[in-house]
């Protein structure tokens, strides 16, 4: 089955795993297209709930053999979480003979329809998709956009629906995901070493990024970092290989429109400026990490702009600015939960040691506050591989709890690094002001005996220790 041809009006498509980020983000696309949509989760509440109930998306709290037959879809798709021996709804589509296909592959071929452009590096995806969006948004450019988490501005959805002209996203890395779509532009934030349960080093994920570079049209755009060694050194192997791609650096450190020449930072602000563009943009959020975001995001639309109007005016540059000044990042990204008794409690994703020291440094010039951690490792790969760094990246906190590794179904644990590892590493440093706690919410009694007003209490990772930030934020509540 061509799978375009599913996605015309009236088609019935079933979604297995429908409250994933962006499950229910391709869901809605569709829906608002008129294909008829259904699908499946567990029980548990997710905010994608209130989505799929706000766009009377119907969808069951079970996996069940009968949902498949009761439904008569025309064709599955599955999140990546689930697979065809575990899941029985997978197993009955499939006994039936009906089109099966993994949510990033029906992503990509959705997108197939647009002037696409992916964002895509081992930081930083999610808030320059955000950020993109943002100003696309303020442009007036008919854009749809895909986020890999929820965004206040987009109204606590991770979508936006402008148009359908062009459609931006992250695109990921692991297992090559993003060898699924056809990107007539790329923005390349970052290449280090990450998901060693797939990529076992970092020339084997720089050849994973090579390859996705490799789809980009003659005369395409590759938007990368000049930060970032790993960028730059992708760039430089595309660009011998295909000399008709435009190059457009953007940081710090980068020559032409896009390079960051001032840059200010004051409690509660950042400001900064780029040669390409004659207004100062003002940032509500913390770190010079989220500037050079900005820098790539601003370099997207200015592409887009370009290729839709010719130009940007006056007007479209002032709507610009003010839309980046009040956006306020997006769902565990830095995310203020709230401030109680004095503290501020706050909940980010980062689970890289360079997400993490960035991270850090940038929230403690940022807000001024003395900084109070509880970081929660992922996956057993990752923390031996980069076990010397993330020792490194936690010492930017001053006071830091540590707990068990948060383990991943895609790997098993074979006897080595545990969390209990990392805290005996981070000790030798910072002695008593590192806490351990293998249970997260263990840790609520360490903590009302340490937080204070004035502190900044915040919960790293991409495990399930938000939780202990929920529960401190209510009890000081």
Same mark, same amino acid.
């Given at each position: 089955?061509?799978?375009?041809?599913?996605?015309?009006?009236?088609?019935?498509?079933?979604?297995?795993?429908?409250?994933?980020?962006?499950?229910?983000?391709?869901?809605?696309?569709?829906?608002?297209?008129?294909?008829?949509?259904?699908?499946?989760?567990?029980?548990?509440?997710?905010?994608?709930?209130?989505?799929?109930?706000?766009?009377?998306?119907?969808?069951?709290?079970?996996?069940?053999?009968?949902?498949?037959?009761?439904?008569?879809?025309?064709?599955?798709?599955?999140?990546?979480?689930?697979?065809?021996?575990?899941?029985?709804?997978?197993?009955?589509?499939?006994?039936?003979?009906?089109?099966?296909?993994?949510?990033?592959?029906?992503?990509?071929?959705?997108?197939?329809?647009?002037?696409?452009?992916?964002?895509?590096?081992?930081?930083?995806?999610?808030?320059?998709?955000?950020?993109?969006?943002?100003?696309?948004?303020?442009?007036?450019?008919?854009?749809?956009?895909?986020?890999?988490?929820?965004?206040?501005?987009?109204?606590?959805?991770?979508?936006?629906?402008?148009?359908?002209?062009?459609?931006?996203?992250?695109?990921?890395?692991?297992?090559?995901?993003?060898?699924?779509?056809?990107?007539?532009?790329?923005?390349?934030?970052?290449?280090?070493?990450?998901?060693?349960?797939?990529?076992?080093?970092?020339?084997?994920?720089?050849?994973?990024?090579?390859?996705?570079?490799?789809?980009?049209?003659?005369?395409?755009?590759?938007?990368?970092?000049?930060?970032?060694?790993?960028?730059? *050194? !992708? /760039?430089? +192997?595309?660009?011998?290989?295909?000399?008709?791609?435009?190059?457009?650096?953007?940081?710090? =450190?980068? %020559? @032409?429109?896009?390079?960051?020449?001032?840059?200010?930072?004051?409690?509660?602000?950042?400001?900064?400026?780029?040669?390409?563009?004659?207004?100062?943009?003002?940032?509500?959020?913390?770190?010079?990490?989220?500037?050079?975001?900005?820098?790539?995001?601003?370099?997207?639309?200015?592409?887009?702009?370009?290729?839709?109007?010719?130009?940007?005016?006056?007007?479209?540059?002032?709507?610009?600015?003010?839309?980046?000044?009040?956006?306020?990042?997006?769902?565990?990204?830095?995310?203020?939960?709230? *401030? !109680? /008794?004095? +503290?501020?409690?706050?909940?980010?994703?980062?689970?890289?040691?360079?997400?993490?020291?960035? =991270?850090? %440094? @940038?929230?403690?010039?940022?807000?001024?506050?003395?900084?109070?951690?509880?970081?929660?490792?992922?996956?057993?790969?990752?923390?031996?591989?980069?076990?010397?760094?993330?020792?490194?990246?936690?010492?930017?906190?001053?006071?830091?709890?540590?707990?068990?590794?948060?383990?991943?179904?895609?790997?098993?644990?074979?006897?080595?690094?545990?969390?209990?590892?990392?805290?005996?590493?981070?000790?030798?440093?910072?002695?008593?002001?590192?806490?351990?706690?293998?249970?997260?919410?263990?840790?609520?009694?360490?903590?009302?005996?340490?937080?204070?007003?004035?502190?900044?209490?915040?919960?790293?990772?991409?495990?399930?220790?938000?939780?202990?930030?929920?529960?401190?934020?209510?009890?000081?509540?």
């Amino acid at each position: 089955m061509d799978i375009l041809k599913g996605f015309a009006p009236g088609s019935k498509v079933y979604f297995i795993g429908i409250k994933g980020t962006g499950m229910c983000a391709l869901a809605e696309f569709l829906h608002n297209r008129g294909v008829k949509v259904t699908g499946s989760d567990c029980a548990d509440v997710f905010y994608t709930d209130a989505i799929l109930n706000e766009l009377n998306i119907p969808f069951f709290e079970s996996f069940d053999a009968k949902n498949i037959i009761n439904e008569k879809p025309n064709f599955v798709i599955h999140s990546d979480a689930y697979s065809f021996d575990k899941n029985p709804e997978m197993a009955e589509a499939q006994k039936q003979g009906l089109p099966i296909f993994q949510y990033s592959k029906a992503l990509g071929t959705y997108t197939h329809d647009f002037d696409f452009s992916g964002i895509t590096g081992s930081h930083g995806k999610t808030t320059t998709t955000a950020m993109a969006g943002t100003m696309i948004r303020a442009a007036g450019l008919p854009a749809q956009v895909l986020v890999g988490s929820a965004v206040s501005s987009f109204g606590n959805r991770s979508t936006l629906n402008l148009g359908d002209k062009y459609f931006i996203a992250e695109t990921d890395e692991y297992r090559r995901h993003f060898l699924h779509f056809e990107p007539q532009r790329i923005i390349l934030s970052s290449i280090e070493e990450d998901h060693q349960d797939y990529f076992p080093d970092y020339d084997s994920i720089l050849k994973a990024y090579i390859e996705y570079l490799e789809k980009l049209p003659d005369s395409g755009q590759l938007i990368f970092c000049a930060d970032d060694l790993g960028a730059c *050194e !992708a /760039a430089n +192997i595309i660009s011998e290989q295909n000399k008709s791609l435009k190059l457009i650096p953007y940081g710090f =450190t980068a %020559q @032409g429109d896009w390079g960051i020449t001032t840059y200010n930072c004051g409690i509660g602000f950042q400001k900064f400026k780029v040669r390409g563009f004659s207004e100062e943009i003002e940032l509500s959020i913390p770190g010079k990490h989220s500037c050079v975001n900005a820098a790539a995001a601003l370099a997207l639309t200015n592409e887009l702009v370009l290729k839709e109007f010719g130009s940007f005016t006056q007007d479209m540059k002032k709507n610009v600015c003010k839309a980046i000044k009040d956006f306020r990042g997006s769902k565990r990204r830095s995310e203020v939960l709230g *401030e !109680a /008794a004095g +503290i501020l409690f706050m909940d980010d994703y980062g689970h890289h040691p360079t997400e993490v020291k960035t =991270t850090l %440094q @940038g929230i403690k010039e940022f807000y001024g506050r003395r900084l109070v951690l509880s970081f929660m490792s992922h996956t057993y790969t990752r923390t031996a591989a980069l076990f010397d760094e993330f020792a490194s990246s936690l010492e930017y906190a001053d006071i830091l709890v540590l707990h068990k590794i948060y383990g991943s179904a895609r790997e098993v644990y074979n006897g080595g690094i545990t969390g209990r590892s990392l805290y005996e590493k981070v000790k030798t440093k910072m002695g008593e002001a590192v806490f351990y706690s293998e249970e997260v919410l263990d840790a609520v009694d360490i903590l009302k005996d340490i937080l204070k007003p004035g502190d900044l209490f915040i919960t790293m990772g991409a495990g399930d220790n938000f939780k202990l930030g929920q529960k401190l934020f209510e009890m000081y509540t």
